[in-house]
């Protein structure tokens, strides 16, 4: 059974192409780490695996409500505890994992503290929790050990492989080492050509540079 499929993938940022090409397949249990330059395109190719912003070309094929994805932001709301942060989004996935994501990610002493008085690294933290209250198989992730200390990286590790032994599969652009077996793909070869400045942007792209 494969969870995640790409096929012949072409991706752009603000309207230029950037990456042409990539294929590759998640199975349950494996993780894929990309790998490639700055500015290459791993964000934009991560947006696009999510759903975020339309492929050019290729396909992304996974079963319906089977992908999350944590970006560079941690995406919490400051005005809301730690505890409220995931509640809500417990309630957007229809999940009742809050209890168990604060205490996988260390934030049950925090619990009762809203989200603008934590460090960044709590608020990482907090953000990638809400992983975990997802409920969903395949977790799509960039940088996600950014402004974590190295026992957050190893908590955070340990976590990503429990999803793997349950039969999820991760796709991550790191240049961490998690604890993981997991494959690299370098994304250079798949950069795409140089083309003339022509063409047309599409305005949901660019709503997104």
Do not use: C
């Amino acid at each position: 059974m494969t969870l995640l499929s790409v096929q012949d993938l072409a991706v752009a940022r603000a309207g230029v192409p950037v990456l042409q090409g990539v294929g590759f397949a998640l199975e349950p249990g494996r993780a894929l780490v990309l790998r490639g330059p700055n500015g290459i395109g791993k964000t934009t190719l991560l947006r696009t695996v999510a759903g975020l912003q339309p492929p050019l070309a290729g396909h992304v094929e996974a079963a319906p409500d089977s992908v999350t994805y944590a970006a560079h932001s941690d995406g919490v709301k400051s005005t809301l505890t730690v505890a409220e942060n995931l509640t809500f989004w417990a309630q957007v996935f229809g999940t009742d994992a809050v209890a168990t994501a604060m205490a996988r990610m260390n934030l049950r002493d925090l619990a009762d503290r809203r989200a603008a008085n934590l460090s960044a690294g709590q608020k990482r933290r907090l953000g990638l929790a809400r992983l975990l209250v997802s409920g969903r198989a395949v977790w799509v992730m960039d940088e996600p050990t950014a402004s974590l200390d190295v026992d957050s990286v190893q908590l955070f590790g340990a976590v990503v492989r429990d999803l793997l032994a349950a039969g999820g599969a991760a796709l991550i652009a790191t240049h961490i080492d998690l604890g993981l077996e997991a494959e690299v793909l370098d994304l250079t070869p798949f950069k795409a050509r140089k083309v003339s400045q022509g063409g047309v942007r599409s305005a949901f792209d660019e709503a997104f540079t």
